[in-house]
């Protein structure tokens, strides 16, 4: 084979190795992406039961339903114009309560969000008793005194 020719096979595999090597890595992307939807997203959406998603909203008042035979619970979540029902088996965190700023992460099944991790918000002026109870004693303490206990 002439040396031009070895050039011309070098490239085209090489190329087509480069390819492969891109659509394999956009796969795998595409596996791991998990897209953040709020509750009134979701009824512009069609969304696959196998597609991953995340749904951030407040607890809606009144809406916490314990099954203590499992440890499962039901709620919704709301963004004041639309609402998404959850089912969530296991433990949930300790700031979880209505009117809580939650994300939920699991799949849509039947219209509702089958749960497999929540994770509970707390606003931005939040600050631990200790340090508030510090600068109280300091008198640094610059914060709103309903705020900080």
């Known amino acids: 084979m002439k040396p031009k020719h070895q050039r011309l096979v070098f490239i085209t595999v090489s190329v087509v190795f480069l390819c492969l090597s891109v659509v394999i890595t956009l796969r795998a992307f595409r596996d791991n ?3 953040f939807y709020s ?6 959406h069609t969304i696959s039961p196998t597609q991953l998603i995340r749904v951030g909203g ?3 008042a009144g809406t916490i339903a314990r099954n203590n035979n ?3 619970m039901t709620f919704i979540i709301t963004d004041g114009k639309g609402k998404v029902s959850v089912h969530y088996k296991g433990l949930v965190p300790n700031l979880f309560r209505d009117g809580q700023g939650i994300v939920a992460e699991g799949n ?3 219209n509702q969000l089958e749960a497999k991790s929540i994770l509970a918000k707390h606003d931005e002026k939040y600050m ?3 340090v508030v109870d510090a600068l109280k004693r300091s008198g640094r303490w610059k914060g709103d005194p309903n705020n900080g206990r």
């Open 108 to 110: 849509i099944t039947n």
């Open 128 to 130: 631990p008793r200790e």
């Open 70 to 72: 499992d440890d499962s």
């Open 33 to 35: 992406l998990v897209f």
């Open 39 to 44: 509750p009134s997203d979701l009824a512009s």
């Open 58 to 60: 407040l607890v809606e």
